[in-house]
């Protein structure tokens, strides 16, 4: 079965830093393209960084040289390093393969105050 558990969010200042952690088993994760999705109140959920097996990243415009994806294939987790966090980074944030295939996690609350 598969299964993958989000944490690390929490509530920070505008202009903080956080680092999400997504560990995944049931899955051979380290033929995965893995990606960090969010999902804010009223709006669809989004992709925010994707990352190849290989570890080569993409980001969307709107978290470009804030965000850092990364991964560890020997621990079959994925991280977000989140930094100069807004407000409107206000989300639940999930992680899943790029594009999306398993049943989502719980996901972990990231909220940012201004």
């Known amino acids: 079965q598969v299964q993958l558990v989000e944490s690390g969010g929490g509530l920070v200042q505008d202009g903080g830093s956080l680092r999400l952690s997504c560990a995944a088993s049931?899955?051979?994760?380290?033929?995965?393209?893995m990606g960090w999705y969010r999902q804010a109140p009223g709006k669809q959920r989004e992709l925010v960084a994707g990352?190849?097996?290989?570890?080569?990243?993409y980001y969307p415009d709107s978290v470009k040289g804030r965000f850092t994806i990364s991964r560890d294939n020997a621990k079959n987790t994925v991280y977000l390093q989140m930094d100069s966090l807004k407000p409107e980074d206000t989300a639940v944030y999930y992680c899943?393969?790029?594009?999306?295939?398993?049943?989502w996690g719980q996901g972990t609350q990231v909220t940012v105050s201004s």
């Open positions: 049931g899955i051979i994760f380290s033929t995965k393209n």
């Open positions: 899943n393969t790029n594009p999306t295939f398993y049943t």
């Open positions: 990352i190849t097996p290989t570890s080569r990243p």
